[in-house]
């Protein structure tokens, strides 16, 4: 004969999730502390990037023919496009670079996430604006008069890179955040599916249903 069971004894009324430990324990995710410190050193990293950009702008974008008579200075092509080529070649780097630093997140640390997201891209707002104004600092004098002077009349020049469209400093973001999201989605670790409900045991057997009296005769 066995003891009863006690309210203590009884078996939980759900069955137990895979994988989930107990209520307000440590779960399968990287605490808080850790994500904001993940989302810190990608928004650092991404904004130091912003030195490439930089760097490929100067090299890559068309420079601006600007000639002096000795007196003032003007452009060498009136109907030429190299303006709008360099802001077009800084939105092409850019979303290459934006692209580029999205694969690297996603591949390092292999999930996505709203915060991650962010660092993304408030790293590439940072890194489209160093790369706009260290590009500036590193290409042709921004002293139009004063090298128009050591040239001498009549001799092209290049003039100063500038981003005349500032819509620009958002492709780098705008492209990171896309193809990071699209990695998650296409790559990214999924959730786990429920497991079918399996009612609890219960006491015991259920009791035999009663019996049911007998039908009376049918009369004559």
């Given at each position: 004969?066995?003891?009863?069971?006690?309210p203590h004894d009884q078996p939980p009324p759900f069955p137990p999730y895979p994988g989930g430990g107990p209520v307000g324990g440590k779960g399968?995710?990287?605490?808080?502390?850790?994500?904001?410190?993940?989302?810190?050193?990608?928004?650092?990293?991404?904004t130091v990037c912003g030195v490439i950009l930089a760097l490929l702008w100067v090299w890559l974008s068309p420079r601006i023919p600007l000639v002096s008579d000795g007196k003032a200075v003007y452009l060498k092509d009136t109907e030429g496009e190299?303006?709008?080529?360099?802001?077009?070649?800084?939105?092409?780097?850019?979303?290459?670079?934006?692209?580029?630093?999205?694969?690297?997140?996603?591949?390092?640390y292999r999930r996505g996430g709203v915060v991650l997201v962010l660092a993304l891209a408030v790293g590439g707002v940072l890194a489209a604006v160093v790369g706009w104004r260290l590009g500036i600092v590193l290409g042709p004098t921004r002293d139009i008069r004063k090298h128009a002077m050591d040239v001498g009349a009549n001799v092209v020049f290049d003039g100063p890179l500038k981003l005349r469209a500032k819509s620009a400093l958002i492709a780098w973001p705008a492209a990171a955040m896309l193809v990071?999201?699209?990695?998650?989605?296409a790559f990214g670790p999924r959730?786990?599916?429920?497991?079918?409900?399996?009612?609890?045991?219960?006491?015991?057997?259920?009791?035999?249903?009663?019996?049911q009296p007998p039908n009376p005769a049918p009369e004559g």
């Open positions: 004969m066995t003891a009863p069971l006690t399968d995710g990287p605490s808080v502390a850790v994500e904001l410190r993940r989302a810190a050193l990608v928004a650092v990293a991404v190299e303006a709008i080529g360099s802001d077009g070649m800084f939105v092409l780097i850019s979303l290459v670079l934006g692209a580029l630093t999205a694969v690297g997140v996603f591949l390092r990071h999201s699209c990695l998650t989605w959730d786990p599916e429920l497991p079918p409900y399996i009612p609890p045991a219960q006491w015991g057997a259920p009791p035999p249903p009663a019996p």
